[in-house]
């Protein structure tokens, strides 16, 4: 039976609501280069996605005319972007704040679901999206897992109010929603559909230790829908396009079987069962040492499933295996391999929100050490909480590049020389595509448009590149490191350099050099 008190508990006012999303797009707009305090995304991820992005709505289709290796999906939603404007990264901004709010919105209705928060403790909030956009794995902005973390923080939401306010699973609108959140994290990344694997398990566990094949039935056939109702439109547009190939071997050949799979594990987690185990532990443990602030944040979440054990009595049971159970899931398919980048251990962060409710149920507790003056105690942490959330923005990485004009980036300024040649063709050579052709207003001539993280075991990309630049097809390449001696028909017009925060928060100078066809 529907727990109407507790069900009523999860649903926001709409002073909440109001508040999550000016807090969500606050933290967007400082943080994200793609907002218009920034002159420019300089993130080559976010640039390859934009590239592909502009090529869609000028009927350049992914894989066959523009090779790029995340899912389909996310270059539909960068295409989306471009239709705002292909000038800036405007567009980008508007995705960002909304999965943002979706952030914010599902993290405080799953917090209340266990808590019964004060106004005050709204002020956790900020804090909580200032810690999870600020995290140096964030980079930029605007790559797959920051608009993936929305996705199965919905996900966890309906898993956690499915326990707590229904029967442990979810009813028939979510199992459809459930099956659209697993189409679109298949569709941008399939390595994401860890969480949702994870929750169907628990979903089977359940109903067939009930025997209620019934509802099982009624509910894979739901999700199911959702699945194939966002996949079909994917399928008819790469088949009346003449791509189903190029989508198969571009999204899912090339990154199963040409992607370097990193050192050979020895010892004893070289055993294949083992090794299922050890590398999502060896990789994430290894993503926590190296960022402080994301490793401190995903132990408290951890702790927070614990503490769960004293604060849901009545259901912790099921709590606890369906958290464990999916986290294990979303850690086990990010890191298959020994060898990973970074921001992959990014997505985990969705699980941040169960931080809340700790922190809620500790901040609340103040109100009975301070009998005589409650609301006083609150107000001053939250004022506390407010200040630190103001220094995690003004300290964020990417404000050397807050409110700087155009040209301080080199993007802009090869722009200027580029645009001097009319329908200039550009190669972004030896380097990924850092804003060189989305700056110059120019969509790359050549499908094989930069370089990707896969050249060796896909030689194909540097054959048909080598191949067009000694047929001088270029009016201009954009590069790092070459042998100029081998480049008879180029000469080197422009060499500079900007200072630069990485991702590990090291300041460096970021060098270019621009060859102009002789």
Not at 120 to 148: K, S
Not at 276 to 296: D, S
Not at 349 to 362: D, E, M, R
Not at 496 to 505: A, K, L, R
């Amino acid at each position: 039976m529907v727990n109407k008190k507790v069900s009523d508990k999860s649903k926001l006012t709409k002073m909440e609501l109001v508040f999550l999303i000016l807090a969500a797009t606050l933290t967007i707009t400082i943080v994200s280069t793609s907002s218009p305090f920034y002159p420019f995304n300089p993130w080559d991820d976010a640039n390859c996605f934009f590239t592909v992005g502009r090529g869609i709505i000028h009927g350049r289709v992914p894989y066959r005319d523009l090779y790029e290796q995340k899912g389909p999906l996310l270059y539909f939603i960068y295409a989306l972007a471009a239709l705002i404007t292909e000038k800036s990264f405007i567009g980008g901004w508007i995705v960002e704040c909304i999965m943002a709010s979706l952030f914010a919105i599902f993290s405080w209705k799953t917090a209340k679901l266990f808590t019964e928060p004060s106004k005050f403790a709204l002020a956790l909030m900020p804090v909580l999206l200032g810690v999870t956009y600020t995290t140096r794995l964030f980079n930029f902005g605007g790559n797959a897992e920051e608009l993936c973390i929305p996705l199965l923080t919905i996900a966890l939401y309906f898993g956690l109010r499915s326990i707590v306010e229904d029967d442990g699973l979810p009813n028939n609108k979510e199992a459809v929603v459930c099956g659209i959140l697993t189409a679109a994290l298949f569709w941008i990344k399939y390595t994401f559909i860890g969480f949702m694997a994870g929750f169907i398990i628990y979903i089977l566990v359940l109903t067939i230790k009930r025997k209620n094949f019934a509802r099982l039935w009624s509910l894979v056939w739901r999700f199911l829908a959702g699945f194939i109702a966002l996949t079909v439109p994917i399928l008819i547009y790469f088949l009346a396009n003449g791509a189903l190939k190029y989508l198969w071997e571009g999204y899912f050949y090339n990154n199963i079987f040409l992607y370097h799979a990193g050192k050979p594990i020895a010892g004893p987690a070289s055993i294949p069962v083992v090794k299922l185990f050890y590398i999502p532990f060896y990789c994430t443990r290894a993503i926590c040492q190296k960022y402080p602030l994301f490793g401190t944040m995903l132990v408290l979440s951890l702790i927070s499933i614990f503490s769960l054990f004293f604060f849901d009595k009545a259901h912790r049971k099921k709590t606890l295996f369906f958290l464990i159970l999916t986290f294990a899931f979303t850690a086990g398919v990010i890191f298959t391999r020994n060898s990973f980048i970074y921001y992959y251990a990014y997505l985990e962060a969705y699980c941040f929100c169960l931080v809340l409710i700790p922190a809620i149920k500790g901040l609340e507790g103040l109100g009975k050490i301070f009998k005589q003056n409650p609301s006083f105690a609150k107000a001053l942490v939250s004022g506390f909480l407010v200040v630190v959330y103001t220094v995690l923005l003004l300290l964020n990485k990417n404000t050397y590049l807050f409110m700087q004009k155009k040209d301080f980036l080199v993007q802009y300024r090869y722009a200027e020389i580029i645009n001097q040649t009319p329908n200039a063709k550009i190669l972004t050579y030896d380097v990924m595509d850092s804003g060189f052709y989305n700056a110059a207003g120019i969509l790359p001539s050549n499908r094989f448009f930069c370089f990707l993280n896969i050249e060796t075991n896909y030689p194909a990309i540097l054959e048909e590149q080598n191949r067009l630049i000694k047929e001088g097809y270029f009016d201009y390449i954009i590069t790092t490191y070459f042998d100029e001696s081998e480049w008879n028909n180029y000469e080197l017009i422009r060499e500079e350099s900007d200072p630069y925060v990485d991702y590990t928060g090291i300041k460096a100078r970021d060098g270019y050099r621009l060859y102009k066809r002789v």
